[in-house]
């Protein structure tokens, strides 16, 4: 007989528990959408603020790289340039054949380097021009998004101060609800709650599950409200309380 008590005050001691998390989590809830859709909303612009961000920086090194390209390709040209003044020069003073021959060939190579390098230079031109082009108008758009970013965070700022002291003491009485409860029957209200839209505990509502609104067998009924055992529902697996 005492050990049946000891068992019924377990049961009703557990499901006075869980009630009162499931209120506390309804509370939670309830917090949380009063902030509607913020924190989301919040999360996205700074995803694309750091996605702006690592585009910009991405590009400003593919400028600078251009830029480089640019300036070694000048310097190159001008090189080649004066080599060709020099070689062309060197063509009026050539006394054989040979001599020709072999200033010519060295004139093709240092015409042939002329064309490299100017081509390099148009190339990376106009992709420095491009490249400027894309930083500006990222760093636009990732402006205009600082700034609803800043308004955003602001009222969420806002909201969350409004209820930060209640949550705050919401979350403490139910930690030190959770500790006390059965690890296992924790685990398992958590997994429901977390399934099922923030319910993990179900009263009985005529005659069925609060939750999911199956039928509960009479005697399955007597046994909850007795207290005599932890009850799930068959159906949606929530715990099911008088």
Known sequence: ??????????????????????????????IAMERGDLPEEVERLNARI??????????????????????????????????????????????????YDAVTSELNFVKDDITRCENAIAANTTRKAELERMIEDRQGEIETVRAEHKLKNTDLQAKLAETAEEERQLMHRRDNM???????LYAHYER???????????????????GCFAVIPPQTQVNIRKLSDIVLCETCGRIIVP
């Open 1 to 30: 007989m005492a050990n049946e008590v000891s068992v019924e005050n377990k049961v009703r001691d557990a499901v006075k528990l869980l009630t009162e998390i499931q209120q506390i989590d309804d509370e939670l809830k309830d």
């Open 192 to 210: 429901i709650r977390k399934a099922k839209d923030g319910r993990g505990v179900a009263h009985i509502t005529d005659n069925a599950c609060g």
């Open 50 to 99: 750091s996605e702006s961000e690592n585009f910009i920086a991405s590009r400003k090194a593919d400028l600078d790289e251009a830029v480089t390209v640019i300036a070694d390709r000048k310097s190159e040209l001008e090189e080649a340039q004066e080599k060709q003044k020099k070689l062309q020069q060197q063509l009026y003073s050539v006394k054989n054949t040979r001599e």
């Open 178 to 184: 959770v500790v006390r409860l059965m690890k296992p």
